[in-house]
Structure formats: C-alpha cells, structure tokens
C-alpha cells in the first residue's frame, strides 16, 4: 500500500520524491498492523500494539539523517521564554518528558518506538528507531541564539525553535530498513477515473454535537481551571468532600444546540476511557451542567493521581493542563448500546481551540 500510495504522488506533488501525507502514514500502520490509531489524541504516540507505544512520522530523508518536529509547545512559550542556555534545554526535556510519562501511564505503556516512513526520490525507506526520553543529567548545550537552542543528551540530539516553541530531534538512519521501490505514475487521475468513473465524495468526518462534543477543562471566562469546581470541586465549599470528588463541566450551550447528546439526568451509561477501561457514569447537577462517574471517586482518582499526577487536596491548574498538552475532553457517543441498554461513549483528551473541529472516523473507530 505505500508503494501503491507513493505511485499517486503527482495527484498532490510534481517533486520526484514520493509524497505520503502523514495521516496516510498513520492510517496504513494502524490498518495492515491491527494497532490503536490514538493519532487523533492529544498524546505523544499515534498508535499501540498491546503495551507499545509508537510514534509514526513520514518525511525527506535528507542523506542518512533528518531534523524533525517531536513536540510543540505553544502555550507554555512565556514560561520558557524565561530560561536559556543550559536551564531552557533542562525545562524543554521536563516537558517534552512530562508528556511522554502522561501517554504512558494513560495507555500502560511499558515500550516504546518510531516507525519511519523516509521519503527519497524511487523509494520509500521503512525503518524503526528508539523512542527515547531526554536524559535531563547528561544536556550538553552545542549552540544558544535569539531563534533556536541546540543540544543533546549523549544519546540524541535536539533543536529547539524559540519563535514556534517546536523540539525537533534528530533522526538517523540505522543499519537495518527496508526500501519499497516507488514509480510514480505520469497520469494517476486518469487511473483514478478509468476504475472510479466519476469521483464521488466521501466525507467521513464525524459531526459535532451527534457524535461528538469537546469538553473544556477549564472556565473560558477566566480561561484558568476554576478553583472549586470541576476538576477541583474536592475544594468546594459546604460538606466535606472526598479528595477524588470532581466533575467534567458541560458548558450550558452544548445542551442549547445538541440535547440529545447526552442522556437524561442521573441516566447510568457506559464511559470508556482512553486505556479502555470501562466507567459507569451518569449526568449531575441542575441542568445536567457535570458529568461524573459512578461511584464519582473512580473518574477522579484516574484523572487527578493517574493522568496528572497531582498530590491529594492539590489545586489543578492551567499550567497543568499546558504542561501535559491538553486542555479538554472530547466525548464520542458511538452507534450502539452495551448489553444492559446503556448508551456508550468514550472519552479523549483534546485541546479546546484546536481540536474542536478536527476529528474523523477511522476503521476501528479510535480518532
């Protein structure tokens, strides 16, 4: 299939080197491997084989080595805007570390890989190299200007664009790959329309508000995650509350433009969560404004001590939120009913702004 994909490289590129976008990449890895497409998430891996977690990239292979992007850290600009020289690589690799310990412990991952899809002109070259974390002992900074900041950890080296707030790693060619010989076709529409005839559309694009809806995290009035309420509404004032007690706050205009998203008030259901273990959950609250699991401890306990680590009776934040790269929950409502007639949905992590409309269907209906 990569061979066939890269044969339809002029319907997208008039270049010589075999074009593949990287959704493709993912899609082709997920299928033909049985893996967990999770390249919709807001995680540091777009894919999983039991416990193995794999980041798959495609792009140029420039000689035996490329520099590419690993992260992105937009929103906590300011923050690294305040470090440089050796002590702005240290707080890079605490990051980009934090988000790697975040998927591993949301997927139970204990191994981990890149699966390459290198670009060159007649070939697609396929190989496997470690997906490592940054050895915060052993940083050694090559090069601090205005722009970017270049360093490595003894086992591999890093780029950091200051203006983009993106890491980029460098990737090399090890000594075992495989090439797939790629001809790429003068004419493919012709193809296309000698075995289709005429094209027809076929969006698969879930729709907002029937399959799904995102969730924020956080007030958008204070944009900051309010301080007795939702995640930390084990903070709020009246009745003791337990450590674990929070909620997902449901804006009041998701149930405004899409009321029957979700099932009535107190209405038990299913709610599977990204490592696919599985909750009973129901709406609370007047005007159904929280969903919370059954027993309410069980949500909270997954996402306070599991996913963000937070000690007991500890405030969650925005700066939490950023640091781990995800800002919302995004609810799918999937097509069927489990055996006690309860609606099933799954959760995800997403970010508000970005993500909102940027889910699609895929074959095992994992984002």
């Given at each position: 299939m990569l061979s066939l994909m890269g044969s339809l490289s002029k319907l997208f590129s008039e270049n010589n080197i075999p074009y593949l976008d990287y959704r493709l990449a993912?899609?082709?890895?997920?299928?033909?491997?049985?893996?967990?497409?999770?390249?919709?998430?807001?995680?540091?891996y777009d894919a999983r084989l039991e416990n193995l977690g794999i980041g798959i990239k495609t792009f140029i292979l420039k000689s035996d080595s490329s520099n590419e992007k690993v992260a992105e850290f937009n929103k906590l600009k300011p923050e690294l805007n305040k470090y440089r020289g050796i002590e702005l690589a240290k707080k890079i690799s605490e990051f980009r570390n934090k988000r790697i310990q975040f998927a591993n412990d949301l997927y139970n991952i204990a191994y981990s890989q890149y699966h390459i899809v290198g670009r060159q002109e007649g070939i697609l070259r396929v190989f496997n190299t470690e997906y490592d974390t940054i050895d915060e002992n052993h940083i050694h900074v090559k090069k601090d200007t205005d722009t970017s900041i270049s360093f490595n950890d003894e086992v591999n080296e890093y780029i950091f664009n200051k203006s983009k707030s993106v890491l980029m790693k460098r990737f090399i060619l090890p000594k075992t790959y495989k090439d797939i010989k790629v001809e790429i076709l003068e004419n493919p529409l012709d193809l296309l329309e000698r075995f289709f005839g005429e094209l027809k559309p076929n969006d698969k694009k879930l729709t907002k508000g029937i399959d799904y809806v995102i969730l924020p995290l956080y007030s958008l009035k204070l944009n900051e995650v309010a301080p007795k309420s939702g995640l930390n509404q084990?903070?709020?004032?009246?009745?003791?509350?337990?450590?674990?007690?929070?909620y997902i706050p449901v804006p009041s205009y998701i149930h405004k433009h899409y009321?029957?998203?979700?099932?009535?008030?107190?209405?038990?259901?299913?709610?599977?969560?990204?490592?696919?273990?599985?909750?009973?959950?129901?709406?609370?609250?007047?005007?159904?404004?929280?969903?919370?699991?059954?027993?309410?401890?069980?949500?909270?306990?997954?996402?306070?001590?599991?996913?963000?680590?937070?000690?007991?009776?500890?405030?969650?934040?925005?700066?939490?939120?950023?640091?781990?790269?995800f800002d919302s929950i995004c609810?799918?409502?999937?097509?069927?009913?489990?055996?006690?007639?309860?609606?099933?949905?799954?959760?995800?992590?997403?970010?508000?702004?970005?993500?909102?409309?940027?889910?699609?269907?895929?074959?095992?209906?994992?984002?």
């Open positions: 993912e899609n082709l890895f997920c299928k033909y491997f049985d893996a967990i497409n999770n390249a919709r998430d807001c995680t540091s084990w903070n709020a004032n009246g009745r003791p509350r337990h450590e674990d007690e929070l009321p029957n998203f979700f099932p009535e008030r107190d209405r038990n259901f299913e709610l599977i969560l990204p490592d696919g273990k599985v909750l009973s959950a129901k709406m609370c609250q007047d005007g159904s404004k929280s969903l919370m699991s059954n027993p309410n401890s069980e949500l909270g306990n997954w996402l306070l001590r599991k996913v963000l680590h937070k000690p007991p009776r500890t405030l969650v934040t925005m700066q939490d939120l950023n640091e781990f790269g609810v799918q409502k999937m097509n069927y009913k489990n055996n006690n007639g309860q609606f099933v949905y799954k959760i995800y992590f997403a970010q508000y702004l970005e993500n909102y409309n940027d889910f699609s269907d895929t074959s095992n209906n994992e984002f």
